[in-house]
């Protein structure tokens, strides 16, 4: 029986799971669940991810949650997976494991709540906060400073001194891409100080070229979106 995957393309966990997939050459079915309609919430999904949440997958009577739990997963069930995604080495293992716990704590903390309270908020019908939108700046900012200082080793392409890309890679990369509905003037005042996460990002896309693009295909749309002038040549004044 073939994978199903349910995702919406507007979550930066659910692109995670189809890039890979795309890029390994794993046979699915993408099951479509659209966030904004509140689809996650129906019976039918929950039966499928009692969190609500995406992404998810059904693999023949398995089913599992959360994006990095179902990385892991397919790095190590499926045949022929690069060692490089999840390594057989117990210690990159162990390493890959506490970026991804980082990410979540950090990144995912800083970067989804300061798109949401600023640009995206108003265009998915969601009450913007400000003072969240300056707690998460601040975290998303020192996050990634911490990528850079930290995570990102001297004249190495990917995370934690690697030359090829790890599930960590792919979900972090995925994470800030969200950046991009910000708009070109804000995603380079933010991304700007922070010249090797720029370029892990441009490795990372390279790596899984064609699929990254197609699979951010949507994030473009949406930024294209929210730069439209508004009705009647009005000045926006959040540009």
Known sequence: MKLKVYADRGSEPSRAILIFCKVNGIEFEEIKIELAKRQQHSPE???????????????????????????????????????????????????????LDWHHSNLRRGAAPYVVNTVLGPFVGIQVNPQIAAEAEKLLLSSLSKIESFWLKENEKFLL????PSIADLSMVCEIMQL????DKERDRILGPYEKVQQWI??????????FDEIHTLIFQIKAMLQKPPPGGAINEAE
């Open 202 to 211: 441009e490795n990372t896309k390279n790596a899984t070229g064609p699929h």
């Open 180 to 183: 991009e509905v910000l708009g």
């Open 45 to 99: 999904y929950k039966a499928v991810n009692p969190m609500g949440q995406v992404p998810a997958i059904v693999d023949g009577e398995f089913q599992l949650f959360e994006s990095h739990a179902i990385l892991i997963y397919l790095a190590s069930a499926y045949p022929g997976i690069a060692d490089h995604w999840y390594p057989n080495d117990i210690f990159k293992r162990a390493k890959i494991h506490s970026v």
């Open 161 to 164: 001194g690697s030359s090829q």
